[in-house]
């Protein structure tokens, strides 16, 4: 025991110690609310000021706009060793490949020089439509906020459309941008003439995730194993490809399919066969995946004209994303099923695990898989979409009072346009050319400000060991801050590679950062300056610091140029937002990349 000291304790103990000064007070930390030990899980409370401050699209603005000037960028070529010269590069692809009004697009980019990547490079990616479907035409705006509260409320725009022959193409356009050549706008539902959802998303359940087995003919298999002298695990490995592999059929026609029912739940198990074109191909090659590539670009090495496949699932769907459509009445599994007149899904190309001969048939496995299952109602008469009201813009010519003041080299020439991102559809005229809708020309990028996301890096080191990568870098995982589950459930599968805390306002929203916004200026789109000013304060610190990075620019570059053929991870992530791939769809191409 401590012995006593009249009863008062130590005396000491109330003592400054000598090493201490009390003349200096305790500094000023910064505003909000800050957890004093910050472990995983911990949160950080920004203050109004300071969240009015990161929500600022003018600093994106400023930014993009320096290093256009700065030619802080460089575009991508491809070199031809027969001339010797460079040429810009692009990659021709399909959005929504497979279906029957499947769109020509083309790809080109731009390399950005960063720190915060493994290959210090962002890659920007621009999207132009080359064919344009038939999708319809706006005919009604409802932005008459007295008239709408609820829709108000909700953040949206409900328009009537004039539906086209290929209007079936909606129910694969959530989240795309749809253009009139004057307002674009995030597509965000698609809703009957009663207004009840034309589409319902299932995702495979994870505990029993859908697999499909293709099958081709045993006398298709010999004749090429014959001439290669190969067996069938050679075929291990090798891309399976259904040329019709987007499935829309009339729902009294799939093969098997049980419909369950629970509180926030409805699910079903299905068995679908189908038949058509298998191809087998050659992608030893190639370093995208077979979902990014012109697949009429890889080599054939069987085609069984009379292959067929079979799809095994459990998909579940989420009640409370579409009950406030029913207003009162319960959504059930059957009602969604009895509304519905169509289910799709995609048989995606995938890589062959398992081939084994089987009744005078060659069955060609794939691995299990995360993939979707669609009940869809075809937009007709009267149907609606529906476009988030904070994801419009407008386009024209860069022009004031009718004079166009930049300066033309030649007749040939691009105009410089002009893009306004502060558009108010409540207030604003939107949807007004009478142009049919098609896909907007979209420029996409793999930095976190954009994409909400985090690639993996795969190194520990960067540029000749000067400098750690922090290891949630290298190996990012799902956080307590990040999407809900049933949210990420296809990018869980690609843990380690990608996570994402991207919330489905940010993917219906305009997206742009810094690099994008550059890319627009190099291709004569103007970005309006936009009206939401960061406060005197973050705007004097916010110079200093771009003062600083503009001063690095040459430095990273010469890293860039060290590293940047050390994966082909960010461009291809950059093209898969491209293509407007769910995320689903997009952990399967992080996961079949060859990076």
């Keep these: 025991m401590p012995r006593k000291q009249n009863g008062f304790g130590n005396l000491k103990s109330l003592a400054f110690k000598p090493s201490k000064s009390v003349n200096v007070g305790k500094a000023k930390g910064a505003p909000g609310l800050y957890p004093s030990n910050r472990r995983y899980g911990t949160s950080v409370n920004r203050t109004i000021i300071e969240k009015y401050n990161l929500d600022s699209d003018w600093v994106r603005w400023r930014r993009g706009f320096e290093y256009y000037n700065k030619g802080a960028w460089y575009r991508l070529?491809?070199?031809?060793?027969?001339?010797?010269?460079?040429?810009?590069?692009?990659?021709?692809?399909?959005?929504?490949?497979?279906?029957?009004?499947?769109?020509?697009?083309?790809?080109?980019?731009?390399?950005?020089?960063?720190?915060?990547?493994?290959?210090?490079?962002?890659?920007?990616?621009?999207r132009t439509t080359v064919s344009m479907p038939d999708i319809g035409t706006i005919t009604q705006v409802n932005n008459d906020a007295l008239k709408y509260p609820e829709n108000k409320a909700y953040r949206e725009i409900w328009c009537k459309i004039n539906p086209g022959n290929d209007a079936r193409l909606l129910a694969k356009m959530i989240g795309e941008r749809l253009s009139d050549g004057e307002t674009e706008a995030s597509l965000?539902?698609?809703?009957?003439?009663?207004?009840?959802?034309?589409?319902?998303i299932?995702?495979?359940?994870?505990?029993?995730?859908?697999?499909?087995?293709?099958?081709?003919?045993?006398?298709?298999?010999?004749?090429w194993a014959t001439e290669n002298n190969k067996t069938v695990n050679d075929l291990v490995g090798k891309t399976v490809y259904t040329p019709s592999f987007f499935q829309e059929k009339p729902i009294d026609e799939v093969s098997t399919f049980n419909v369950?029912?629970?509180r926030d739940y409805w699910g079903i198990e299905v068995v679908d066969k189908g038949v058509g074109e298998i191809i087998i191909l050659d992608n030893e090659q190639e370093t995208l995946p077979p979902s990014l590539y012109d697949i009429s670009q890889l080599e054939p090495i069987i085609v069984d004209n009379a292959g067929s496949f079979t799809l095994e699932g459990t998909y579940i769907y989420q009640k409370d994303r579409y009950q406030r459509f029913y207003g009162n009445q319960y959504l059930t599994g059957e009602l969604a099923v009895d509304g519905a007149d169509f289910v799709s899904y995609s048989v995606m190309p995938y890589i062959i695990l398992g081939a084994e001969s089987r009744n005078g048939k060659i069955l060609l496995r794939s691995a299990p898989f995360i993939s979707e299952f669609k009940f869809t109602k075809p937009p007709e008469g009267s149907a609606s979409l529906v476009f988030t009201d904070y994801s419009f813009t407008k386009f024209g010519i860069d022009e004031y009072n009718g004079v166009y003041y930049h300066k033309q080299g030649s007749p040939k020439d691009e105009l410089w346009t002009r893009i306004d991102?502060?558009?108010?559809?409540?207030?604003?005229?939107?949807?007004?050319?009478?142009?049919?809708?098609?896909p907007a020309t979209i420029y996409t990028c793999s930095c976190p400000n954009y994409s909400q996301s985090m690639l993996r890096a795969p190194q520990e080191t960067e540029d000749e060991g000067t400098r750690k990568i922090n290891r949630q870098r290298r190996?990012?995982?799902?956080?307590?801050?990040?999407?809900?589950?049933?949210?990420?459930?296809?990018?869980?599968?690609?843990?380690?590679?990608?996570?994402?805390?991207?919330?489905?306002?940010?993917?219906?929203s305009f997206k742009m950062c810094k690099h994008t916004i550059a890319a627009m200026f190099i291709n004569n789109l103007k970005v309006k300056e936009p009206d939401s000013y960061p406060t005197i304060e973050a705007r004097e610190q916010f110079e200093e610091k771009l003062d600083k990075d503009v001063a690095e620019v040459g430095e990273e570059f010469t890293s860039s140029y060290r590293r940047g053929g050390l994966t082909t991870l960010e461009i291809v992530f950059a093209l898969a937002q491209g293509l407007n791939l769910d995320e689903v769809e997009l952990a399967y191409v992080i996961l079949n990349s060859k990076f």
């Excluded at 299932?202 to 004749?223: L, M, N």
């Design 421 to 438: 991102t502060d558009v108010d559809p409540w207030m604003d005229e939107v949807f007004t050319s009478g142009n049919p809708l098609s």
């Design 188 to 200: 965000s539902w698609v809703l009957t003439a009663s207004d009840t959802p034309a589409l319902f």
């Design 77 to 126: 070529k491809t070199y031809d060793p027969i001339s010797q010269t460079y040429s810009d590069s692009q990659i021709e692809s399909k959005l929504y490949q497979g279906t029957e009004y499947e769109v020509d697009v083309v790809f080109d980019g731009y390399k950005f020089a960063t720190k915060n990547a493994d290959s210090n490079n962002h890659y920007v990616v621009k």
């Design 475 to 508: 190996y990012p995982l799902p956080t307590a801050q990040g999407r809900a589950y049933y949210d990420q459930i296809g990018l869980t599968e690609a843990a380690g590679r990608i996570e994402s805390w991207e919330t489905r306002e940010h993917r219906m």
């Design 260 to 262: 369950l029912d629970a």
């Design 202 to 223: 299932g995702k495979s359940w994870p505990e029993q995730p859908a697999t499909v087995t293709a099958e081709i003919s045993e006398a298709q298999f010999q004749k």
